[in-house]
């Protein structure tokens, strides 16, 4: 009787134990946590990709947004979660890197609680000035900021915000002292930057870009290697005489450490044929995102090289998050 009972134990169990195995994967429907509220960016380019890995994996994808400190809550739940590729991560640069440098004392180190998967896409910043300034170009604006210590300043949607280190780095780079104005969101950095009483932002190209084709505001560099085929006649800063710089804004797809070796393949396949799609390739560049779709290996080191750049810039930048 004890071994009957045993037998019919192991049998019920069966179905379970074989939707849980990693071969099995996706075997239900699969959680993608986005740690920031819906309708922002990161929230609009994760349901375009989790749209576009349903479909490869023959599975749904629920996106659920998780806001708050910066995205710490949300990864937190992610961490919180069973290791077994049911809950992802829809990290963008903010949650996977400048956390790591504004927060002092998270209850994780970011590196080594996630897995990367795959980079969905980048999405170019760009150095804007209000058009009053005597400065056509980012060489004479450079020269401007340098001749007049203090004198101008630089709007940002917070301190600690990439818009922020953006702006800090390129003055840095420069040997100019800008004043810093931080704001609460990048809108009412905005008014007051084309109202002229900021002189200068570094904000995402899509945010900006009605504002430069109506002659608002005055694109002097993007930052990024390449030009943008949205405003080709924009410079890059290596082009308009600042080498080095760069800053741009990313997605990406992470799992929890501890998630199977196979799962992870599983879920680096979906995201790079996802991005691969051409409908899919269409609607992210339709929101401003260059599309990458990487390995988990190029991730890994794309993420690697993005903690060693940012790090060392919040550090100097004395911008915390505690």
Not at 179 to 200: E, F, K, T
Request: glycine residues 8%; charged residues 15%.
């Amino acid at each position: 009787m004890i071994r009957l009972l045993a037998l019919l134990c192991l049998l019920s169990a069966a179905p379970a134990l074989a939707q849980n195995a990693p071969e099995a994967y996706p075997a239900r429907p699969i959680r993608m946590i986005v740690p920031f509220a819906a309708g922002g960016s990161a929230d609009l380019v994760a349901r375009i990709a989790a749209q576009g890995m349903s479909e490869k994996l023959g599975q749904s994808i629920a996106v659920e947004n998780r806001g708050g400190s910066g995205g710490v809550i949300g990864s937190e739940a992610v961490l919180a979660a069973p290791a077994d590729g049911y809950t992802i991560a829809f990290h963008s640069m903010s949650s996977a890197v400048l956390n790591a440098g504004l927060y002092r004392n998270l209850s994780f180190d970011v590196r080594r609680a996630f897995i990367p998967v795959s980079l969905v896409g980048t999405v170019p910043n760009i150095v804007i000035i209000n058009p009053r300034l005597p400065a056509a170009n980012l060489a004479e604006f450079v020269a401007l900021i340098r001749a007049n210590p203090g004198k101008y300043s630089y709007a940002s949607s917070g301190a600690g915000t990439i818009v922020h280190l953006s702006a800090h780095m390129l003055a840095s780079m420069a040997g100019a002292e800008m004043l810093h104005v931080p704001y609460r969101g990048s809108g009412p950095a905005m008014s007051d930057l084309l109202a002229g009483r900021i002189d200068m932002m570094v904000d995402t190209l899509p945010s900006v870009i009605p504002q430069v084709r109506a002659g608002q505001l005055r694109a002097l560099a993007m930052g990024t290697r390449q030009r943008n085929p949205t405003l080709p006649e924009v410079p890059t800063a290596e082009e308009a005489g600042l080498p080095g710089y760069e800053s741009y804004n990313w997605h990406a797809v992470f799992a929890p450490q501890g998630t199977p070796a196979a799962v992870v393949a599983r879920l680096e396949r979906a995201a790079r044929d996802a991005v691969a799609d051409p409908a899919i390739r269409q609607r992210l560049m339709d929101v401003g995102v260059d599309p990458r779709g990487t390995s988990a290996a190029e991730l890994a080191a794309f993420w690697d090289q993005q903690l060693a750049l940012w790090i060392p810039i919040i550090r100097a930048s004395g911008a915390t998050a505690d």
